[in-house]
């Protein structure tokens, strides 16, 4: 069975989008076949998968315009008689081995009908496909194309069609950044988990008889990536050091023991087997290894424009790439340390979570 990772935090301006695509990418140089699922009604991820002719895929006149998370569905959710089928999905640029499920804009519009779904707890025969219909297309796809990995990305919010993405997820991260926001969305976060996971617990079985059922089980916490940061001597600077370390303190102390409750976390062995992978000095907290903490992400600005430029992550920024931006001196210098160590922060990030999913 694939493995399906969410992007989740109600925060926005955290990196999500970013991490998937950095994430679904290095798992493929990993000789994984990775599926990107949009679930983000800005459909950020899929403009940054398919690259600057990503509206094409769109075009009224486009063979493939209705090939889209939302159009898919959409049938179920209109009461026609019409079942859900998968489609032919395209890859990202510049990798044939990272297929993406693309997003809609009109995504959020389905969210009233699965919260009734949801709140009327299958005790209505019309709304009984819905809260199952995206997990069937998802899984249609991930059979189509033999995926071992399933990497979603969806909008920063608490609302039915979210909780949906969790409950048909086996596991997800939570990226945030270092401003007091994110320490505060954690404990809004922790409480909305539990009432998510109290909620399939009790109601779940009401849908298991649906022609699209709600699969057993829900996401569980694999960790934090703390992104967007400024380096100074290859640590957090100054104030962001210290809200990261605020951050890691209060997901030890305060998410942690919430997700232990709503049985929301691996077996505690999966995370200390993960911590044994080193990260590189610039990723991690210079003064004790976190157990929940997968990396701290510097903010590579020059790097990652280029990368975008480019239709490819930082890691994979090569030699004949930079000749061909005709990049010299210091400025060379400098992308290719960030490069560099771009690629060892990944390469550990997605070891951790390869490690922490297939833990007996």
């Known amino acids: 069975m694939p493995h399906r990772v969410l992007l989740f935090n109600h925060k926005g301006g955290v990196g999500k989008t970013t ?15 990775v599926l990107l699922v ?58 044939n081995n990272l297929y993406v499920l693309p997003g809609h804009p009109d995504l959020s519009a389905l969210e009233g009908q699965i919260s009734l779904a949801q709140e009327t707890r299958g005790t209505l025969s019309v709304t009984k496909n819905l809260p199952g219909a995206i997990h069937k297309l998802i899984s249609l796809i991930e059979e189509k194309y033999n995926i071992d990995y399933s990497i979603i990305d969806i909008n920063p919010g608490l609302g039915a069609l979210n909780q ?3 409950m048909i997820s086996d596991a997800f991260i939570v990226p945030t950044n270092p401003d007091p926001f994110s320490l505060m969305s954690l404990g809004t976060l922790g409480l909305e988990i539990e009432k998510w996971v109290n909620w399939k617990e009790k109601f779940g ?19 934090a990536l703390h992104s967007r940061f400024n380096r100074h001597k290859s640590k957090a600077a ?37 911590a044994r992978i080193l990260l590189p000095e610039a990723a991690r907290d210079p003064d004790r290894v976190r157990l929940y903490a997968l990396a701290r992400v510097p903010d590579f600005a020059q790097a990652s424009h280029i990368a975008s430029e480019l239709g490819k992550p930082v890691f994979d920024i090569s030699e004949d790439d930079l000749r061909f931006l005709d990049l010299r001196g210091n400025v060379k210098t400098g992308v290719k340390q960030n490069v560099e160590t771009f690629d060892e922060i990944f390469n550990a990030v997605c070891d951790k979570i390869i490690a922490i999913v297939n833990h007996d």
């Open 205 to 223: 079985p009401a849908f298991f008889d649906a022609t699209y059922p709600l699969p057993d089980g829900w996401a569980k916490f694999i960790g």
């Open 238 to 274: 100054g104030r962001y050091h210290e809200r990261l370390t605020q951050i890691d303190n209060k997901i030890e102390e305060e998410l942690v023991p919430r997700l232990r409750a709503a049985s929301c976390l691996f077996d505690v062995e999966a995370y200390n087997a993960a």
């Open 164 to 166: 949906n993405f969790f």
């Open 38 to 95: 949009d679930g983000d009604s800005q459909v950020n991820l899929t403009a940054r998968a398919l690259g600057g002719g990503f509206e094409e895929y769109y075009a009224e006149e486009s063979h493939t315009r209705l090939n889209n998370i939302y159009d898919a569905v959409r049938p179920i959710f209109e009461g026609r008689p019409q079942p859900i089928e998968g489609f032919d999905c395209p890859t990202a640029e510049n990798n």
């Open 19 to 33: 991490t998937a695509y950095n994430v679904g990418w290095k798992l493929t140089q990993k000789g994984y076949r």
